[in-house]
């Protein structure tokens, strides 16, 4: 069974495949594009399910949320920041962030 024999019915069919054009026609038809644009706009849109209404909602209080808690505590938090380096002096915490957080609350 060898396939390199030229009377091997693989090495015909690749031999013919090898011969054969394509002679179809690639264009789109006329007025295609306006025939599905126009479907596309024309669906129906389906309801949203009633979970996913609710879970656009609570990710919008999520988010508002998230906003208002960085606002209240913005200056707690750069203050934070601003006295880093005269805290890690003056108290000798290092690298303890809940004595640095308790020192910035109590002050």
Known sequence: M???DPNHPWARLTAAARTV???RDTAAPYGFATRV?????AAERRQASLLERFSLRALGIACLLTIGTVAANYSVVSNLFNNE???LVTTGTG???VAELVDVASS
């Not at 644009?37 to 706009?41: G, I, M």
């Open 37 to 41: 644009s126009a479907l596309a706009f």
């Open 2 to 4: 060898n396939r390199n």
């Open 85 to 87: 380096e005269t805290s």
């Open 95 to 97: 690298d303890d962030p």
């Open 21 to 23: 054009t394509d002679d």
